[in-house]
């Protein structure tokens, strides 16, 4: 039986037409994103709505509209993309908390960073509070952009002396041949995420001269052993593509004062077939360690265009079917011996 639906009513105030246009979006673009990821339906006169739906998802969208109208008091010039992530910081779920509002922002030389959601809330506390931290889950859940964003903060604020970034140099599915240049340049393109993000939260310039000081170190996982790397901020990216053995090599690398920040997706293999990805052995192995954390990303915490969230979901979707039909496949094999 259908739940009744609630004409949910109320005013956005002080009405100034500026902000209550950008907050619309053109054609009311905003309004109708709204309406589809919460499945309600939006009705306005002005700065009076009127919201209809279930009860739960019409106060979770008031309480949505309410913090977007703040956000364009600022001067925020809201695009879809910003009421998407708005939308994402919580999925209906967590929007439908009151009073829940991220606790942790990250400063850095360019920009402030706010954890958007729960996980995302939950990934940075866990990074300022451990020494050793997993973030596992699909692209696009912001594991790398925040590992970068605490890296540079630490930096910043002078409690580590470098920034390691490591990544192994394995490609996805196609062989790239010989690559010219010296180290860095050979494996600068396998580390442009964690570039970009550097560029973005300290500048081309700035970059550029703490790499030439060596205060951030390019290094590949290949080139780690042997090494103990004390006061440093350390980010293994990519790491589903690491074995057994160089995951155990890179963790064991860690010196006193240092932070590691390890990310992946155990769902994006590009290992040779039959070698088994360290990053989905270390979570087996070292689950129930006091003093590393694991924090595990879904479909629903990914903050790039809403379609990658529906691919990510679809592939996961697909590889349960594809699960459920090798396990009955077992089963009859199995019941196809015991009658013979």
């Known amino acids: 039986m259908n739940a009744p639906l609630e004409h949910h009513r109320f005013i956005l105030e002080p009405f100034e037409a500026r902000r209550f246009a950008n907050l619309c979006g053109q054609f009311d673009e905003h309004l109708r994103l709204i309406e589809q990821r919460l499945a309600i339906e939006i009705r306005n006169r ?35 993309e910003i009421v998407h992530l708005f939308l994402q910081e919580s999925g209906l779920e967590d929007i439908a908390l009151p009073g ?61 002396r470098r920034i390691l970034l490591v990544r192994p140099a394995v490609e996805a599915g196609e062989k790239l041949g010989f690559l010219p240049g010296d180290l860095a340049q050979k494996i600068d393109p396998y580390l442009r995420p964690l570039y970009d993000a550097l560029y973005e939260m300290l500048g081309f310039e700035q970059v550029a001269k703490l790499i030439e000081k060596q205060v ?55 290992l040779p077939r039959g070698t088994k990805s360290g990053l989905a052995h270390v979570v087996e192995v070292l689950r129930d360690v006091p003093g590393i954390s694991f ?46």
């Open 46 to 80: 002005g700065n009076q709505f009127e919201l209809v739906g279930d009860v739960q998802r019409t106060q979770t969208a008031e309480r949505l509209l309410r913090r977007l109208y703040r956000e364009t008091h600022s001067g925020t010039e809201l695009t879809p």
């Open 100 to 160: 829940q509002v991220p606790s942790v922002t990250l400063k850095t030389r360019k920009v402030h960073i706010t954890p958007r959601g729960t996980n995302q809330q939950r990934y940075v506390k866990a990074i300022l509070d451990n020494d050793i931290n997993f973030g596992i889950g699909p692209a696009g859940t912001g594991k790398t952009y925040l590992a970068v964003a605490c890296a540079v903060d630490a930096l910043e604020r002078e409690q580590v």
């Open 216 to 270: 951030i170190e390019i290094a590949p996982l290949a080139y780690m052993r042997g090494r103990t790397l004390n006061n440093s901020f350390i980010i293994l990216d990519e790491s589903q593509n690491t074995t057994l053995e160089q995951m155990k090599m890179f963790l064991t690398r860690i010196g006193f004062g240092s932070t590691a920040v390890i990310t992946g997706d155990v769902t994006q293999v590009d």
């Open 295 to 340: 924090t595990h990303f879904k479909a629903k915490d990914v903050v790039r265009h809403p379609l990658v969230q529906r691919i990510v979901e679809a592939y996961d979707r697909h590889e349960q079917r594809l699960q459920g039909q090798d396990a009955s496949a077992g089963e009859r094999e199995r019941n196809h011996r015991d009658a013979r």
